[in-house]
């Protein structure tokens, strides 16, 4: 049972463009949730992330949203970078005695010259 | 320097056989984990330690087992490999347990069963 779900296995998008990745999630016991980008060889490095108490969190040329009520959240990239090209996993976590991150499947995303 | 460090990156060995990854950090975090990415490329739980306790035990075989000489290290041993071991495994620290905190990760270690 996938408690996370990343529907688009992957994205193409302009350089300058808005990339926008997509998360979807069933727990609602979830309660903080990451992003996370992952090149090749390399293990996944926090990007940003949100509690789930705000709606929006933004950092830089990064922005978190998330909807509650349809237990989805977004990834905005503006402007994409062509150094942005990587995959992406949406993550999710709640509080309680023991921690642990639920992963989506991960978006390949590809910035295009 | 390295935050989360796994030794080896690469580990290619027989079937039946008996090996070990390594995990350190240096970041005084608490919390260690391991992380199994399969050829789906699924990344799932597998173990968790906080100050040396484990807390976190996702119905792993008992082929596995989890060692945390002291809270800066998590080591992995894997008894009697199988095809199906065969995966990317990760390694990460957080500050805290009880949710809400960042999870750092290690590059990884490819493990292939042959």
């Known amino acids: 049972d996938q408690q996370v779900k990343q529907n688009s296995p992957s994205l193409s998008v302009q350089e300058g463009r808005i990339s926008i990745l997509n998360c979807d999630y069933t727990?609602?016991?979830?309660?903080?949730f990451l992003w996370y980008k992952k090149y090749p060889a390399e293990g996944p490095t926090f990007l940003i992330s949100i509690s789930s108490i705000k709606d929006k969190n933004e950092d830089g040329r990064f922005t978190v949203f998330l909807n509650k009520s349809a237990k989805h959240l977004s990834l905005h990239i503006v402007p994409s970078q062509p150094g942005d090209s990587a995959v992406y996993f949406c993550?999710?976590?709640?509080?309680?005695?023991?921690?642990?991150?639920?992963f989506g499947t991960g978006t390949r995303l590809q910035v295009t010259l | 320097d390295t935050a989360v460090s796994q030794t080896p990156k690469y580990l290619v060995t027989q079937m039946g056989n008996d090996k070990s990854i390594k995990c350190e950090q240096n970041l005084g975090h608490d919390t260690m984990y391991w992380y199994k990415q399969d050829s789906k490329k699924f990344l799932k739980i597998m173990f968790s330690y906080n100050n040396k306790e484990l807390i976190i035990n996702e119905t792993v075989p008992n082929r596995f087992s989890p060692k945390s000489p002291d809270k800066a290290h998590l080591n992995l041993h894997i008894n009697s490999l199988e095809l199906g071991d065969s995966a990317v495994y990760f390694c990460?620290?957080?500050?805290?347990?009880?949710?809400?905190?960042?999870?750092?990760f290690g590059a990884g270690t490819r493990l292939s069963v042959l």
């Open positions: 727990n609602s016991m979830f309660d903080y």
């Open positions: 993550a999710a976590s709640y509080t309680g005695t023991a921690s642990k991150l639920t």
């Open positions: 990460a620290s957080s500050q805290r347990t009880g949710g809400g905190g960042i999870q750092y």
